[in-house]
């Protein structure tokens, strides 16, 4: 079963940065994406960024593209999110998961949907005062 665990959350001034990590117990021969989600208090589950593991491919939501990058290294099964220009807005529970079925695969321009992925970590806190 694929393990997830989410790392590097916590509280920044607006204008600055974090570094989400997704430690990935078996990235390679299962996954085939991976994607962060967060979910604000009262909100519903929102896709940030997602990223193919053995082939090139991210997407961001629009809320996040030019500020957000998602990255990878298979060598040390974890993913990236970095974050960078941060706004009070992107308070939230991140969470990463994987997808193991090939949903993203077959129907990419679903990436950012929280259906297409059957595997999750426990998710990390980020916190963006004004």
């Known amino acids: 079963m694929v393990q997830l665990v989410e790392s590097g959350g916590g509280s920044v001034q607006a204008g600055g940065s974090l570094r989400l990590s997704c430690a990935i117990a078996?990235?390679?021969?299962?996954?085939?994406?991976v994607g962060w989600f967060r979910q604000a208090p009262g909100k519903m589950r929102e896709g940030v960024a997602t990223i193919y593991t053995n082939r090139d491919g991210t997407d961001y939501a629009e809320s996040v593209r030019g500020r957000f990058t998602i990255s990878r290294d298979n060598a040390e099964n974890t993913v990236y999110l970095q974050m960078d220009s941060l706004k009070p807005e992107d308070t939230a529970m991140y969470y990463c998961?994987?997808?193991?079925?090939?949903?993203?695969?077959?129907?990419?321009?679903?990436?950012?949907?929280?259906?297409?992925?059957?595997?999750w970590g426990q998710g990390t806190q980020v916190t963006v005062s004004s």
């Open positions: 998961a994987a997808d193991t079925i090939g949903y993203t695969v077959a129907t990419p321009k679903f990436r950012l949907l929280a259906t297409g992925y059957n595997h």
């Open positions: 078996d990235i390679s021969d299962s996954v085939a994406c």
